[in-house]
């Protein structure tokens, strides 16, 4: 006891109070109570213990000693204790009589002070309104001579104008190229509708035809799981209103989206029935003899599977690419796309009932390789607009958030509408669970990453890409539990790729490609997921549920594996090659034309805008800059 409390003395010496008018220091009086506390411990502890066991032949004359000996430290230690709580309480006397004179300096604030403090006060406010009024003045003067220099630069304008019409009445030549440019454009338009509606219209006359069988209605036997008439209808509802509602987010660009993902669609559809007939003579070695094509409803629905190719690919081009130049690009598409399903579907004998890697994978990476191109065309301050412009409003995020939905209840049957039969169902089946896992964890992710609140973007993002991933020929042979694990995945991961990945690609890649819809997230990697799954799982083999596996598999299992593993590539191929070679002959025409270079994501580029058309904020003319 004593060695520990004089450690703990040593350690607090620099603390101890030491009284000015008495010698008695702390330690000094520790030494008598460590003293006492010794002896009376020690003590105690030996007169208990022999108390207990020897009271008999305890010594009663060391008892007295030992009492007379604690006594005596006793007294010692309540004296000298007892000086130093005096001495102590005489040096707190001395402190509270110096702080109650200092108190007494100290005089209350007059009536006389509190009107001064007040007077400044009412001075600094008054003195802060003036200067806002002045400040509101010098503003006003400036936005009137800010009015009257924009009304002079109308009023020059319309002056020019006048004149320049006044020349084109006299036909005198002008120095104005760009209005000779646009009106050369417009013409061009019109005369290639012109010729392809001509040149389509000849060729239906001479090679569409109906055919004699009564079985072509295509009702459907008893294994399909609907008509085919039911299908084109939910097919067309997705890509026609489905896909052109997912790119009416642009702000400023919603016309565009819409209505040109209409009118490719239509355009699109007439030229596929063509390109499938073309390469249906060449698979069957009837060049020399031409057949005509025997028209039916699958038919129409391969037309529009074609139609949706090409909208996926006009996601990533959106708002970067002329009217002209987009119907040129579909035509160039729709070639290429039935070239690619003629090689993969009918000589690999490929099944990929949905398109994963034949419509989703093409599709993407074709609009993506065109625009690498396209997106050249704009300077550093057209690239502000791509990075500002490229956004939505609040109510387009809506309408976006309800073509998701819609498109939520139409995939199944974009995914099992040429399925073979008996197949079409587990098609169905695995589709809607993988959507309905993607569309869960895409909200988690989304949580997660924003730190905060939900993104709608992650939302309809996940979804769709969900229903991609299981648009090949493992939805007809996988199990439930594995396509909702391949849809959680890929929920997940298209939402990591529009945070990550997209951006890089748009800001930091060396080979910079600005998607507009963010494609690439939604059908281009889950298109290449979706056509690995189909080849590591037909590879494994499995049952096929009663049915005879080459009516579902022409390869057999697990032969198929490898050739859906070989469509992968061919695909991904085809798509970056056509696509790159496309945007880039669209540049040199861009460039050779003199086509006039119009401000990315712009409905009133193309379109007259309603009187509510959101204002360019980077117009600085605009009042509302100002404000």
Request: proline content about 3%; aromatic content about 14%; charged content about 20%.
């Amino acid at each position: 006891i004593r060695d520990r409390y004089q450690r703990r003395v040593r350690g607090s010496r620099r603390t101890l109070i030491r009284s000015e008018s008495s010698s008695v220091h702390l330690p000094l009086i520790v030494v008598p109570l460590l003293k006492w506390l010794t002896i009376w411990k020690t003590s105690m502890r030996a007169g208990s213990l022999s108390i207990q066991n020897h009271q008999k032949t305890y010594d009663k004359s060391q008892m007295v000693i030992l009492k007379i000996l604690i006594s005596r430290s006793l007294i010692v230690f309540v004296l000298e204790l007892s000086d130093y709580i005096r001495d102590w309480q005489k040096e707190e006397g001395k402190r509270l009589i110096e702080e109650s004179d200092k108190l007494k300096g100290i005089k209350p604030k007059t009536d006389e002070g509190e009107r001064e403090e007040k007077r400044d006060y009412t001075q600094g406010v008054a003195n802060i309104k003036k200067r806002r009024k002045n400040y509101r003045a010098i503003l006003k003067e400036a936005m009137d001579e800010r009015q009257k220099f924009f009304d002079s630069m109308l009023q020059q304008k319309q002056e020019q104008d006048l004149v320049r019409l006044k020349l084109e009445r006299l036909k005198v030549p002008t120095n104005d190229r760009t209005s000779i440019r646009e009106k050369t454009i417009m013409d061009y338009f019109f005369l290639i509708i012109f010729a392809f509606e001509i040149i389509i219209t000849l060729i239906f006359f001479t090679c569409v035809i109906f055919s004699d069988d009564t079985t072509q209605n295509h009702v459907g036997g008893a294994y399909r799981a609907d008509d085919y008439y039911s299908y084109l209808i939910h097919i067309s509802l997705l890509t026609f209103f489905g896909f052109g509602g997912l790119l009416a987010f642009l702000r400023r660009g919603s016309f565009s989206g819409i209505g040109f993902n209409f009118f490719l669609c239509a355009v699109v559809a007439q030229l596929a029935l063509l390109t499938n007939l073309l390469f249906y003579n060449i698979y069957q070695n009837r060049l020399s003899g031409w057949q005509s094509l025997e028209i039916n409803i699958s038919d129409l629905i391969l037309a529009v599977y074609a139609a949706a190719t090409v909208s996926i690919s006009f996601g990533a081009l959106c708002g970067k690419i002329h009217f002209v130049e987009l119907f040129l690009f579909a035509i160039v598409e729709t070639f290429f796309f039935s070239l690619n399903y003629y090689i993969n579907i009918w000589l690999l004998k490929v099944v990929d009932p949905g398109g994963a890697m034949t419509i989703h994978l093409f599709g993407a990476f074709y609009g993506l390789a065109a625009s690498y191109w396209l997106s050249k065309s704009y300077n550093r301050d057209d690239l502000r607009h791509l990075g500002h412009e490229n956004h939505s409003s609040y109510q387009l995020s809506f309408v976006t958030l309800a073509s998701s939905a819609f498109v939520f209840v139409l995939m199944p049957s974009f995914n099992a509408a040429l399925a073979p039969d008996g197949a079409q169902y587990r098609v169905t089946v695995n589709t809607f669970v993988a959507m309905v896992g993607g569309a869960c964890f895409a909200y988690f992710v989304s949580k997660q990453l924003r730190r905060k609140n939900f993104h709608i973007t992650d939302a309809h993002h996940a979804i769709l890409a969900a229903g991609v991933a299981m648009a090949s020929g493992h939805s007809a042979l996988i199990k439930p539990g594995g396509a909702l694990l391949i849809g959680c995945a890929v929920g997940m991961g298209s939402v990591v790729f529009f945070n990550f990945l997209q951006p890089w690609l748009e800001k930091r890649a060396p080979f910079k490609v600005f998607d507009t819809r963010g494609v690439n997230n939604v059908h281009g990697i889950p298109g290449i997921i979706g056509g690995f799954a189909s080849a590591i799982a037909l590879s494994q083999g499995g049952s096929t549920y009663g049915q005879p596996t080459n009516n579902i598999f022409p390869r057999g299992l697990p032969t198929q594996g490898g050739y859906q593993a070989a469509c992968i590539f061919i695909s991904l191929g085809i798509s970056l090659l056509a696509g790159f070679a496309t945007g880039f002959l669209l540049l040199m025409l861009r460039r050779m034309t003199g086509t006039r270079r119009q401000k990315p994501f712009q409905d009133a580029n193309e379109f007259n805008p309603s009187y509510d058309y959101p204002a360019d904020p980077f117009d600085f003319s605009r009042e509302e800059y100002w404000y």
